[in-house]
Structure formats: C-alpha cells, structure tokens
C-alpha cells in the first residue's frame, strides 16, 4: 500500500523518532476519521455487472470513480443539481462486446429523496420498459433508473436498436444489487385529485427551483439543500403548479417565508400581502401565491387568475 501525504499536514523531522511517531500517529487518526464519515469509501464497481455479463461484455478497463465536487470532470454540465441534491460519488464503467459498447454510470447519493429527485428532474416523460419493475423510462439510447439513493443511466453510445433489451438487461443485474425502494415521504403530502401525471418533482435548492419558477436569487426558500420541498402540477388544460415546503418546525418555517417576502425578484409583483401570504403576478403574467401554515409553506403558481 502506497500513502499520500494528507493535505495540510506538515512533513515530520527526521531527526526526532517520536515526532515520526506521533505525526504517523496523527495520520493515522485522521485518514481513519475520513473514512467512517465516508470521504474515503470505495466505489461501487462491485455492484456492477461483472466481466463476462450475459456471455460477451467486457469490462473496458478499470471504472472511472468522480466523488463530491470532482462531478463537474465527470459530466458535460448539470453537476450543480446534483451536488445540490446530495450527491455524494459517481462509479463509471465501459463495457465491450465486439465492435459494441455499453456505459452504466452508478450514481450514489445522500438518501432517496436525493436520488428520486435526480431522476425525476433527469427522466422527462417516462417510457417505461413493461419487463423491467424498477420506476425508469428507457429508451433507443439509455435507459435510467432509480433504486433506493441509486440513480443509474445505462447508455447505448451508438443507437444500435439491437442494444435495446440489452440495456435492460444491464439495469435488472446493476437493480438485483441494491437495496429496496422505500416511499419518499414528501411526495405524499401533495394532493393526488387533479394530479397531473409525470409532473411530480423535487426540491431542495435553488437549481431544481429555478427549473420551475424564479421567485428570487439564490435559495429564497432557505432549504439548504437539507428540506425536501414536493412539486406537481393540476388541472389540465390551464396548468398550475403547487409546491409543498414543510420545514423542521413552524419558526423554520416562518423565518424562511420572512426571508423570501424581503428577497422577492423584481420581476414578481406582489398584489398583496399579510403575516402569512403573499399574493403576487409573476413575469409572464401568470398569478400566484405563498402561504404559510404551522410548518409549512405552500406555493402555488402559473394561476389564470389572481387567488382569494
């Protein structure tokens, strides 16, 4: 085994057999310390398929391991979302079977919330797959999945139709791995009558906001990457969104409706406003409202008309 010096540490005399000692010591502490919080856990290659999978794929190599912010070498942008979510490593491994390719890239991140709320931003309109039981949406290209905090995309470089149930073939190995789904609790809180189907989201910062509405700059909500808010759109035609925020408690709550009422963009227009709501016309004319109740806000948005 090969050591690094661990970064910020000074290099130990040589002169002085006990500070080698304690320093080695030290190192010791510290590199034992990363590794129970995770900083230096391995990656997940062995979860993936193996060399040989369905009698022909080979692993190409050793896999590509991208942890916390090394994200951004690892993909042609959209890193920001990831990290915001609560990415924590990424596991990339090529595969070949002749003059074909295969690449499953394994996604680890903080928690289910983090990676249903990846795929869900991620999936688009959902084409699922009928033999393949996990929540994904395949396709020509890539089929991507979501298991427990696993987020995984399977992609056929080329296009080659032929690669299409190998995909699948592909997710049911990389899923059998995994531990089970469990219910994002969050998304309960939304009310299913008028739900229209496949617009469910999640939120836990400015980027995944933005992709739905720009109330202010930076994260008007003050989730932190730490609350879960629930999105879903209603009523079909005339489509408006609602999102549920519920926070730790009522003053979290209350501090954070305070912070966005003071740090509105200049673009929303507030109609009018109490204690507890906010009613406003935003850029494109549409209407809508923030209401705070006990521990959570509710924002509702993209409305025809200006609400009660």
């Known amino acids: 085994m090969s050591w690094t010096k661990v970064p910020g540490m000074a290099a130990p005399s040589r002169g002085c057999s006990c500070h080698r000692r304690a320093t080695i010591f030290c190192a010791f502490a510290i590199l034992a310390a990363l590794a129970a919080t995770g900083a230096l856990a391995a990656d997940d290659t062995d979860l993936l398929p193996t060399s040989g999978f369905a009698g022909v794929w080979q692993r190409d190599g050793a896999a590509k391991l991208f942890r916390g912010a090394e994200l951004y070498g690892a993909i042609d942008g959209g890193a920001e979302i990831f990290l915001e979510f609560g990415f924590e490593r990424v596991t990339i491994q090529r595969y070949l079977a002749r003059s074909q390719e295969i690449s499953l890239a394994l996604y680890r991140m903080s928690d289910p919330a983090a990676a249903l709320g990846i795929y869900l931003a991620k999936c688009g309109k959902e084409t699922p797959e009928p033999s393949f039981y996990e929540r994904h949406t395949a396709g020509r290209y890539q089929l991507a999945c979501v298991r427990e905090r696993f987020f995984a995309v399977v992609e056929n470089p080329a296009g080659v139709p032929a690669l299409a149930p190998v995909l699948v073939a592909f997710a049911r190995a990389l899923a059998a791995k995994l531990p089970a789904s469990t219910p994002v609790a ?123």
């Open 186 to 308: 969050e998304l309960a809180l939304l009310p299913k009558q008028g739900q229209i189907a496949g617009s469910q989201r999640l939120i836990r910062g400015p980027v995944a906001f933005a992709e739905l509405i720009t109330l202010g700059e930076g994260d008007v909500l003050e989730l932190r990457g730490a609350v879960t808010a629930a999105a879903a759109s209603y009523g079909d035609p005339g489509a408006h969104t609602l999102v549920l925020v519920p926070y730790l408690d009522a003053p979290a709550a209350a501090a954070a409706f305070a912070f966005l009422s003071r740090h509105l963009d200049p673009e929303i227009k507030p109609l009018a406003e109490t204690a507890t709501k906010i009613v406003f016309k935003d850029y494109a004319g549409g209407f809508g409202d923030v209401t705070l109740a006990g521990s959570v806000i509710t924002v509702r948005f993209h409305l025809a008309e200006p609400p009660r």
